[in-house]
């Protein structure tokens, strides 16, 4: 696969031993990965081939709902930082 994307994970799991912690990895482009998000885990992608549509697989172990029963949050894009986004070219 060509795609190429920017995936950024972020702590929010009060009294985690990592809470606060922010990742970023470039995934795809021959380096595709499976990539485990575990439950409080905040997480979103970039596409850094915006010409071209990335895709992205899903799989969950309970099925997403929008309904009250919804366990997701939803955070600012830039939560984090805007330069928790930036990726420098070289």
Do not use: M
Not at 7 to 12: E, Q, W
Not at 25 to 49: E, F, K, T
């Amino acid at each position: 696969p060509s795609d190429k994307l920017l995936l950024v994970l972020g702590d929010v799991r009060a009294g985690s031993e990592s809470e606060g912690l922010v990742r970023r990895y470039v995934l795809g482009d021959g380096n595709s990965q499976l990539v485990r998000i575990p439950p409080g885990v905040a997480h979103g992608c970039r596409n850094l081939r915006p010409a071209s549509p990335a895709v992205i697989v899903y799989f969950v172990d309970v099925q997403f709902s929008t309904g009250a029963d919804c366990d997701e949050g939803r955070l600012p894009w830039d939560h984090f930082g805007e330069e928790v986004w930036e990726v420098e070219r070289g």
